[in-house]
């Protein structure tokens, strides 16, 4: 019954998410759905001592990421930056050459730091347009602006500024740049793979005689795209490049200056010192230094475009970090209840069956973020209630921190990208396709990244590689 009590909540926010209900609504809802039918007495305190005391916690830590990633890619956006590095890398790799074309793209803004929905929307009328010309199925269009932005430029690449990739450093102490050699092993596979399914895909489709599809039976069809760019491309990528830099830089400048295991300010209206435990935030500081030395060059390079419109974008970039920020608190909130739950702890023991350390993570990690339907979501519930586990089994067997984090990062963005996903739900709306008619090819994606956790961990026990 206690296990059953845990699925049925699970179960039904998965179902909530499927059907568009708001996450902010349902996740409290339902934990409390859970808790009243475990202990209808506890669901008072466990509302306000667990539920939204997580949720704060997680705001707290890493609300800046997200305000200033969306406002760096609102920026990237109204600049005209995206749009020039999107004409730049169609005319050197070639139009004809359509869905690599884009997957570069797409991954050259999410790892430069501009947010998965902020990159379906700038590319996704070049990438119309491109896949028309070619006479590409329109249905591959979004299975190739996932295979950019939702795979491994979101959590494998190392150094990425995703918040999947930055979460785990305030559990296992270590910083974005975790695992290189692993993340750039586990990113190659991805793009490879991706790469060779779509153009099989694309040829198979040819066969059969389907083309881009027939004009006036295509929903959201944007404008043709006719107008060049203004911006330079080098002066576009300068953001981009600064943020990677500036992240790379400042991981390796802030233990330096502070290599103390604790900070203290002290401040005259405060009664005592403000400490601060360096190691659980010093990747935060980075990315979000990082973000802000971005946010300063666009405007250096493009004042007067930017000014124009900054306010409106502004409010935007603020609206979208709210939104985001506010769906991953509430999971989080939502898993710090479940996990303190009887079934859980079931669950949890059971998952002790599972002997590998790694393994067991990943295991763990994917499974919570697909039935979440969220990457972020999923490896807060995880780490959450488990990180202590498997820093221990992890220690226990040797493996490093580093390993442990980006195994979980990649697994995170693994089966996270089930049919309620809202990364997919967005890519499906803004290309104007159905879940019948394109989610097959995502899914694809999804096999592709799960099991490339698994070789990944297969590479570290062979090589000892991180």
Partial sequence: MPVA????????????????????????????????????????????????????????????????????????????????????????????????????????????????????????????????????????????????????????????????????????????????????????????????????????????????????TLVNEPEPVEEASRVHPLVALLPLLVVGLGNLALTMLIPRLMPEEESSVSLAGLAEPLVVKVAQVSALWAVEGALLLGIATILLCAWRTVAQRFAEGAKAAVGGALLAGMNTAVEYGFGAVIAALPGFLVVKEALKAVPNPLVNEAITVTSLAGITGSASGGLSIALAAMAEQFAAAGDAAGIPREVLHRVASMASGGMDSLPHNGAVITLLAVTGLTHRQAYKDIFALTLIKTVTVFLVIAVYYLTGIV
């Fill in 5 to 216: 009590i845990a699925a049925l909540s699970l179960i039904l926010l998965m179902i909530a998410a499927y059907r568009g209900m708001s996450v902010i609504l349902m996740a409290p809802l339902l934990a409390m759905l859970a808790v009243f039918l475990t202990d209808p007495a506890a669901v008072p305190v466990a509302f306000s001592g667990l539920f939204m005391d997580k949720a704060a916690s997680f705001l707290k830590l890493y609300f800046p990421v997200f305000l200033l990633g969306a406002l760096f890619g609102k920026l990237v956006e109204i600049s005209g930056f995206s749009r020039a590095i999107v004409t730049a890398v169609i005319g050197m790799v070639g139009a004809g050459r359509a869905i690599p074309t884009i997957m570069i793209v797409t991954a050259l803004l999410t790892y430069g730091g501009v947010s998965v929905f902020v990159a379906v929307f700038a590319v996704y009328p070049f990438a119309a347009e491109m896949f028309r010309r070619a006479d590409i199925p329109k249905r591959l269009v979004p299975a190739t602006i996932g295979l950019g932005a939702i795979t491994f430029t979101m959590d494998a690449l190392p150094g990425t500024p995703q918040i999947q990739n930055i979460i785990p450093t305030s559990f296992f102490g270590t910083t974005a740049w975790a695992a290189p050699v692993l993340g750039l092993f586990g990113s190659a596979c991805i793009a490879a793979m991706g790469l060779v399914y779509l153009g099989w895909r694309r040829r198979t489709l040819a066969a059969a005689g389907e083309g881009y599809g027939a004009p006036g």
